[in-house]
């Protein structure tokens, strides 16, 4: 199994850039999907992004495509977000989360199986 810990949230501007990050401890990182939620208070948690085990694979939820990149590195047992050109609407908790599988990432948290603790996102106008 796998523990993801994020790190990288914190205060952005609108139209800047932040990059999350989340190390997952475990020796068989390489067998895990990955994945982004984010979830505001009174609000179900949200799908972001998530990724393949090999990293040729990814997909993101409408609102965040062409401002967003995950990507991982395999070497490093971590994943990343790489968010450009953020709006306010991005303010929130990020989570990242983690499920054993070589099929296509999915997109519901109840796919996944290894969370981490969150971190804020807070975007300013």
């Known amino acids: 199994q796998v523990q993801p810990v994020e790190s990288g949230g914190g205060l952005g501007k609108a139209a800047g850039s932040l990059r999350l990050s989340c190390l997952a401890s475990?020796?068989?990182?390489?067998?895990?999907?990955m994945a982004w939620f984010r979830q505001v208070p009174g609000k179900e948690r949200e799908f972001v992004a998530a990724?393949?085990?090999?990293?040729?694979?990814?997909v993101y939820t409408d609102s965040v495509k062409g401002r967003f990149t995950i990507s991982r590195d395999n070497y490093k047992n971590t994943v990343y977000l790489q968010m450009n050109n953020l709006k306010p609407e991005d303010t929130a908790v990020y989570y990242c989360?983690?499920?054993?599988?070589?099929?296509?990432?999915?997109?519901?948290?109840?796919?996944?199986?290894?969370w981490g603790q969150g971190t804020q996102v807070t975007v300013s106008s």
């Open positions: 989360a983690a499920t054993r599988t070589f099929r296509d990432p999915a997109t519901t948290s109840s796919d996944y199986d290894y």
């Open positions: 475990g020796r068989t990182f390489i067998a895990y999907a």
């Open positions: 990724i393949n085990w090999r990293g040729d694979n990814t």
